[in-house]
């Protein structure tokens, strides 16, 4: 089983940029699909974005979509988010999650079987 790790959360201003590193031990991102999801308190946890492992495949929410952007180094067993133009709604704990069982992206966390501890992002207005 690969195992997760986020790096790079923190607190920014309304408007800012903030990345997030997601480091994989035990297995190969190249052998994954992989996505971020979030949840804030009180509310359930959701999709954010995702990097498929047949091709190129990504899929971003909504919500986030030209804001946020994901990307995958199997070189360095590494994902990436890059976030920008920051909103008070951005604010949630981000998880890093790895899958096989769809391998375009999937939006949807029951097809993901291995998730990070979380990292948390604020952003204040």
């Known amino acids: 089983q690969v195992q997760l790790k986020e790096f790079g959360g923190g607190s920014v201003q309304a408007g800012g940029s903030l990345s997030l590193d997601c480091a994989a031990y035990?297995?190969?991102?190249?052998?994954?699909?992989m996505g971020w999801f979030r949840q804030s308190p009180g509310k359930e946890r959701e999709f954010v974005a995702a990097?498929?492992?047949?091709?190129?495949?990504?899929n971003y929410a909504d919500s986030v979509k030209g804001r946020f952007t994901i990307s995958k180094d199997n070189a360095e067993n590494k994902l990436y988010l890059r976030m920008s133009s920051l909103k008070p709604e951005d604010t949630a704990v981000y998880y890093c999650?790895?899958?096989?069982?769809?391998?375009?992206?999937?939006?949807?966390?029951?097809?993901?079987?291995?998730w990070g501890q979380g990292t948390q992002v604020t952003i204040s207005s």
């Open positions: 999650a790895a899958g096989r069982k769809y391998g375009l992206g999937s939006r949807y966390d029951h097809d993901y079987d291995n």
């Open positions: 990097r498929g492992w047949l091709g190129s495949h990504t």
């Open positions: 035990g297995g190969s991102t190249s052998d994954y699909e």
